[in-house]
């Protein structure tokens, strides 16, 4: 499966929005620096998702707007 996900760092609170079945805008409160965001970010969706965080990939870790492959 694949999902299209903007990501705001930095952010003061960390939530995620669902957009549509495969569109979300996730914001964490880490900085994107030292691959903190992207992180925290599959930690989020792993827990959202409820599956495990190595199911989950980033294919352009350092875009805003990420794809995110899930593996089954």
Do not use: D, F, W
């Not at 979300?24 to 925290?40: F, G, H, L, Q, R």
């Not at 409820?50 to 989950?56: L, N, S, T």
């Amino acid at each position: 499966m694949i999902l299209h996900v903007k990501v705001k760092s930095h952010s003061g609170e960390e939530k995620i929005e669902q957009i549509s079945e495969t569109e979300y805008i996730i914001s964490v409160k880490e900085p994107a620096e030292n691959n903190k965001a992207n992180i925290k970010l599959i930690n989020l969706l792993a827990k959202h998702l409820k599956i495990p965080y190595k199911k989950i990939r980033i294919k352009n870790p350092t875009s805003r707007n990420k794809i995110i492959e899930i593996k089954e």
